[in-house]
């Protein structure tokens, strides 16, 4: 699609890398489109079963390309409508992806590009791993989902000092607050570690994945009842799989199942 986004196929994962590594992968209208679109294609990609979000070079992503901004700022376009045009769509992309997402954050994370790995399922890191609420730095406020996830990971509390204060998480803290899900101990095995997690899942009842995904997105925000009826529909689903069939005959048959995504 484009030399921004770099789109890699091992047997069922997908590997998306931000690859601007001269500009720490910040995001340009470019690099957000082809993001945004991939998204949107690998939604209903059956041969696609988890997704690795990377980014090439020593950052993962630094969020919005603030050259690129700057111009925009100087010709008279303020509304920032990048938000509603890209950010939103991709934010909505990550979280409600039917197949599991995993972010190989190597580096720093800042701003948008936080954002985007904190909505994926599982983040990996190395020592040299930051995050940064950076937002408030540049005089502005929360975007791409992270008033929606940083508070669900780390608490409402933290979520406004990091936020506020907008000061570098560093990688042993942001592993005990949830920001990362695994710290590896070399950086130069975030991506490896990634890919062998993201296999894994692959690996796994892919349509279960998806609804325990949309079950827990439903229960966050809602009552008892609402997560009652989310759970009842998503065994309606998921007990007509041919995975779950296959499950109870090999655990009635004492063999690992094998899992076909469907």
């Given at each position: 699609m484009t030399d921004s986004?770099?789109?890699?196929?091992?047997?069922?994962?997908?590997t998306l890398t931000l690859n601007r590594p001269e500009a720490m992968n910040a995001l340009d209208v470019d690099l957000k489109e082809a993001l945004r679109d991939t998204l949107a294609s690998l939604e209903s990609d059956k041969s696609c079963r988890?997704?690795?979000?990377?980014?090439?070079?020593?950052?993962?992503?630094?969020?919005?390309?603030?050259?690129?901004?700057?111009?925009?700022?100087?010709?008279?376009?303020t509304d920032l409508d990048t938000v509603r045009r890209h950010y939103n769509p991709i934010a909505q992309r990550?979280?409600?992806?039917?197949?599991?997402?995993?972010?190989?954050?190597?580096?720093?994370?800042?701003?948008?590009?936080?954002?985007?790995?904190?909505?994926?399922?599982?983040?990996?890191?190395?020592?040299?791993?930051?995050?940064?609420?950076?937002?408030?730095?540049?005089?502005?406020?929360?975007?791409?989902?992270?008033?929606?996830?940083?508070?669900?990971?780390v608490g409402h509390a933290r979520a406004v000092e990091l936020l506020l204060l907008a000061e570098p998480v560093k990688a042993p803290e942001a592993?005990?607050?949830?920001?990362?899900?695994?710290?590896?101990?070399?950086?130069?095995?975030?991506?490896?570690?990634a890919h062998e997690l993201a296999a894994r899942l692959a690996a796994g009842p892919t349509v279960a994945y998806g609804a325990i995904k949309r079950e827990l997105s439903i229960g966050d925000a809602g009552t008892l009842s609402d997560a009652l009826?989310?759970?009842?529909?998503?065994?309606?689903i998921t007990g007509a799989t041919s995975d779950h069939k296959a499950a109870v005959d090999a655990f009635v048959a004492k063999r690992k199942p094998v899992f076909e995504g469907r």
């Open positions: 986004l770099l789109v890699d196929r091992n047997n069922a994962v997908v988890a997704i690795v979000l990377a980014g090439s070079g020593g950052a993962f992503c630094v969020g919005q390309d603030l050259r690129e901004h700057a111009a925009q700022l100087e010709s008279g376009h990550l979280a409600g992806m039917p197949k599991p997402v995993v972010a190989a954050v190597r580096g720093m994370a800042a701003g948008a590009g936080a954002s985007f790995a904190l909505l994926a399922d599982f983040r990996v890191g190395g020592p040299k791993t930051r995050f940064l609420m950076a937002f408030a730095n540049v005089g502005l406020a929360g975007d791409s989902g992270v008033s929606w996830s940083l508070p669900r990971i592993l005990a607050m949830g920001m990362l899900s695994r710290l590896v101990d070399d950086d130069e095995q975030v991506l490896p570690a009826a989310a759970e009842a529909q998503a065994q309606a």
